[in-house]
């Protein structure tokens, strides 16, 4: 053998190795989706090596898909868009042509990407937020969120809250013709946050007169206080979100401090004088049996006072849903949640929907056996999944029928 040959052995084998990822065999598209996982890695990769050199912040480069994938309003011959803002915080809204003069339906949207990357612009968003305006003939209101590193929490999720608050107004939904019984809430994963976040800060706010008819989670991040439940164990290298990427969200959503990132590595997050929240996300309690498979509950270890004294926000119920009582559940709307067999945050969305039958709030959830997270943004090309665009159109079926 040559050395040219070998040489071209060895790189093939890396390179292999490097697209390689152990994807399970029910998921649909095995070897497009290790395609594409491939480009978020490389990705990754570039991020970290640009932050190791102090050129960026790792989510400065992660950026560059967001940017890529940006689109202007395109109006055609069903829908109207435009950007404006509603009450200062920018906005892609959808406004369908078909019966004009009927009230419409209306979705308030939330982009996810980890708090820190995504956009309202995006290709796979904008998309998806047209169809959801035709299909349905409704306004959407798809919210352009400040992000992280830039800005933390809570600027994420009172960008959220003001653009719902103006919405919600008796005069606004007159001047857009939407009927007040008829508005959903909707995000993907950190958009799912946000959502919830919303819904739930919405129900003791005295000056909000209209109450949401749906809340739609799509894969949601829910909870800050324990990084190994069994969903975080079992799809810890899982393509497109792996958990460590996920923590590395979280905590760039409070600090750009690398002391909360690390506690949520070892996962001691919570000091010992708040144990009580331990129980709102005890998975031995609020998963059913199929997901405990294989996983004893231990209580996570205890993290230190200064934490929660330094970056009080993410034990703040407007970051993490779930640490919510059961009294402040019971006041929301009809709710439908997705979550992903192969994801970090699929505990985090079925301890929510447990919680939720619990407090008495209806629930329809749509377990997806064979998704890895993100699925739901694979739809436009070269990332086209068929797996995205079915649980696409289960999600608009769902939100057609019951909004
Ligand atoms: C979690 O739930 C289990 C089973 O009900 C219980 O034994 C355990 O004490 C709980 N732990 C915490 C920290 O709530």
């Known amino acids: 053998m040559g050395k040219k040959s070998l040489c071209l052995l060895i790189a093939s084998a890396l390179l292999a190795y490097y697209i390689y990822s152990p994807i399970p065999e029910n998921v649909e598209q095995r070897w497009k989706l290790m395609l594409i996982n491939a480009c978020f890695k490389t990705l990754g990769h570039m991020s970290t090596v640009a932050e190791k050199l102090g050129l960026a912040n790792y989510m400065e480069i992660l950026m560059i898909l967001t940017n890529m994938e940006h689109t202007a309003p395109r109006s055609d011959e069903k829908v109207t868009v435009t950007d404006t803002k509603f009450n200062g915080v920018p906005v892609r809204l959808y406004v369908p042509k ?54 933390h929490f809570p600027v994420q999720f009172e960008d959220v809250y003001t653009v719902a ?12 013709n939407v009927d ?14 946000l959502a919830a976040a919303v819904a739930q800060q919405l129900l003791d706010d005295p000056d909000v007169k209209v109450k949401l008819k749906i809340q739609a ?25 792996p958990k460590s990427l996920m923590l590395r969200f979280w905590s760039e959503y409070f600090t750009t401090d690398i002391s909360l ?38 209580t996570p270890t205890h993290g230190s006072s200064k934490l929660g004294e330094k970056y009080p926000g993410f034990l703040d119920p407007r970051a993490a849903p779930l640490l919510v009582d059961d009294i402040k559940l019971r006041g929301l709307p009809l709710t439908y949640v997705v979550t992903c067999q192969h994801d970090v945050l699929r505990d985090d969305g079925i301890m929510y929907v447990s919680r939720l039958r619990e407090a008495g709030v209806q629930v329809t959830h749509d377990h997806v056996e064979d998704a890895v997270h993100g699925a739901l943004i694979f739809i436009t090309s070269p990332f086209t999944l068929t797996t995205g665009q079915r649980m696409v159109n289960n999600y608009l079926e769902w939100l057609n029928k019951n909004l």
């Open 261 to 298: 990132h690390k506690a949520m590595e070892t996962n001691q997050l919570v000091p010992a004088e708040l144990s009580h929240l331990f129980k709102y996300v005890n998975w031995s309690n609020w998963l059913p049996e199929k997901f405990k498979k294989g996983h004893i509950y231990t």
């Open 98 to 151: 078909g019966q004009p003069d009927s009230l419409k339906r209306a979705v308030i949207f939330i982009h996810g990407g980890g708090w820190c990357v995504g956009g309202s612009a995006m290709e796979p968003y904008d998309l998806l937020s047209r169809q959801t305006s035709e299909r349905l003939n409704a306004i959407v209101i798809s919210v352009e969120y400040r992000l992280a590193p830039k800005y």
């Open 217 to 241: 989670l799509l894969y949601p991040a829910l909870q800050t206080i324990d990084m190994d439940l069994p969903s975080y164990q079992d799809n810890e290298y899982m393509p497109i979100l």
């Open 165 to 176: 608050k103006y919405f919600l107004q008796s005069s606004i939904l007159e001047q857009y």
């Open 180 to 193: 007040p019984s008829r508005i959903c809430i909707s995000g993907d994963s950190a958009g799912g946050n």
